[in-house]
């Protein structure tokens, strides 16, 4: 399997956050009315962010180099860009400091374990086990 050079790779990453991250913006302000919390919406842009890159891990399984470009480009740019760590957390965090303890815990449970889930359908559906 050959390499990416680094600049190239870099250039992949950064061509590929804008627009996920302008497109998480989008999805989970236009979903925000009609959700009970804003955290709702992050949480389903993480899970299809999950789902999207089990199956372009997959499907980079048979394509090489080329399969390489693409992971950087849409796994860890575009779909680093869609789905959000640090917003998860901090939404998270205000869930915790206004002690809804049980929606803390489904959210954060949800989200690791609902991640996992995700991508394991998504790499299922790609064709690895």
């Known amino acids: 399997m050959s ?9 992949l990453v950064a061509l590929g956050v804008l627009p996920g991250a302008w497109l998480r913006f989008r999805v989970v302000n236009h979903l925000e009315p009609m959700l009970p919390r804003k955290h ?6 993480n899970m299809a962010a ?7 891990v997959a499907m980079q399984q048979s394509c090489g180099g080329a399969g390489q470009r693409t992971l950087l480009l849409m796994g860890t740019g575009f779909l680093g860009g869609f789905s959000t760590f640090s917003s998860f957390v901090a939404e998270l965090y205000v869930v915790l400091c206004q002690c809804h303890w049980a929606e803390a815990v489904l959210l954060a449970s949800g989200s690791v374990l609902g ?3 995700a991508m394991q359908l998504g790499l299922f559906i790609g064709g690895l086990p």
């Open 50 to 56: 999950c789902f999207a890159l089990g199956l372009l």
């Open 115 to 117: 991640g996992l889930l």
């Open 3 to 11: 390499s990416v050079p680094v600049a190239t790779g870099a250039l």
């Open 40 to 45: 709702w919406g992050t949480f389903g842009v």
